[in-house]
Nanobody
Framework: QVQLADSGGGLVQPGGSLRLSCVAS????????MGWYRQAPGKQRELVAI???????NYADSVKGRFTISRDNAKNTVYLQMNGLKPEDTAVYYC?????????????WGQGTQVTVSS
């Protein structure tokens, strides 16, 4: 089991930057994949970025070149650096951690942090 505490959201103008942080309650060294998802009002939750235990990354097309995901296993933390923010990036952002525990998929979520991009 793991608790995820995500933070760093806020109100920012278009073109601005934010850095989200997700601190895990246990070592992230053995967590296969950690990522960020977002959910805008009236829309389904969608993948933003994911990073594996070998630091392979994958991004949604809509954020490629603007967002960067990274992980610091020594601090049990995953970051999402968001640059060039657009109004359509407005959403609640959720941290996610998942790994296989034998034949069982373990899947955990943070509480979410609001990102609002507006002038």
């Amino acid at each position: 089991q793991v608790q995820l505490a995500d933070s760093g959201g806020g109100l920012v103008q278009p073109g601005g930057s934010l850095r989200l942080s997700c601190v895990a309650s246990r070592s992230t060294f053995s967590i296969n994949a950690m990522g960020w998802y977002r959910q805008a009002p009236g829309k389904q939750r969608e993948l933003v970025a994911i990073i594996t235990s070998s630091s392979t990354t994958n991004y949604a097309d809509s954020v490629k070149g603007r967002f960067t995901i990274s992980r610091d296993n020594a601090k049990n933390t995953v970051y999402l650096q968001m640059n060039g923010l657009k109004p359509e990036d407005t959403a609640v952002y959720y941290c996610n951690a998942r790994w296989m525990d034998g034949a069982t998929l373990r899947n955990y979520w943070g509480q979410g942090t609001q990102v609002t991009v507006s002038s």
